[in-house]
């Protein structure tokens, strides 16, 4: 069946740097875009980042806009967020999500989750 | 940004009752709102996708409605399993913003 499974997360200071993966099996991979959103302790849901099937499309929340990437690996069907200069407000568990369609567009929603990886920056 | 104002932040209610939480859009979505429904501990689910759409699988208590800056998320006979909390996002413009959540409790 579908998963989304999600690995990469940790304890990091102030200012250092995280990469998490996500490890996408049970369907298409390279045919929907996917998303990463993430969840601060005991608050609600962020959107953080989305690209589209083939990589060609990518947007980020201003939040982390300059220090975040996220990018994907058709061939392994593996999305990644590369995470840099982290801030203590960064600290979340991180779910990575399947859209409903290949491209970005209005119109677009999250089908799947995985279960999350927790990221902790604190010095 | 688009900003997601849902109410109310949070709801007691019993097994049996029907419930109504409200999403409004700081501007027009154009129906393109969806609603999630995330249990403690647990990742979130898609429950209705573009506004008033079913997703498969999910139970048809769950109903939605709206357009343009107000949508409404209905479940029309609680069950024990549907206590959690709800959120709305739109997918109109990016960052496809999400709504702060209402935490549905038994009352």
């Known amino acids: 069946q579908l998963q989304l499974v999600e690995s990469g997360g940790g304890v990091v200071q102030p200012g250092g740097s995280l990469r998490l993966t996500c490890a996408g099996s049970?369907?298409?991979?390279?045919?929907?875009?996917m998303y990463w959103v993430r969840q601060a302790p005991g608050r609600g849901l962020e959107w953080v980042a989305i690209?589209?099937?083939?990589?060609?499309?990518?947007y980020y929340a201003d939040s982390v806009k300059g220090r975040f990437t996220i990018s994907r690996d058709n061939s392994k069907n593996t999305l990644f967020l590369q995470m840099n200069s982290l801030k203590e407000e960064d600290t979340a568990l991180y779910f990575c999500?399947?859209?409903?369609?290949?491209?970005?567009?209005?119109?677009?929603?999250?089908?799947?989750w995985g279960r999350g990886t927790l990221v902790t920056v604190s010095s | 940004d688009i900003q997601m104002t849902q109410s109310p932040s949070s709801l007691s209610a019993s097994v049996g009752d029907r419930v109504t939480i409200t999403c409004r859009a700081s501007?027009?979505?154009?129906?393109?709102l969806n609603w999630y429904q995330q249990k403690s501990g647990k990742a979130p689910e898609l429950l209705i996708y573009?506004?008033?759409s079913l997703q498969s699988g999910v139970p048809s208590r769950f109903s939605g409605s709206g357009s343009g800056t107000d949508y409404t998320l209905t479940i029309s006979g609680l069950h024990p399993e549907d206590f959690a909390t709800y959120y709305c996002q739109q997918s109109y413009s990016i960052p496809y913003t999400f709504g702060q959540g209402t935490k549905l409790e038994i009352k």
């Open positions: 999500a399947k859209s409903a369609w290949l491209w970005v567009g209005s119109g677009s929603y999250i089908e799947n």
């Open positions: 501007q027009s979505t154009t129906n393109c």
């Open positions: 690209i589209s099937y083939d990589g060609s499309d990518i």
């Open positions: 573009a506004a008033s």
């Open positions: 049970g369907y298409t991979f390279s045919s929907h875009a």
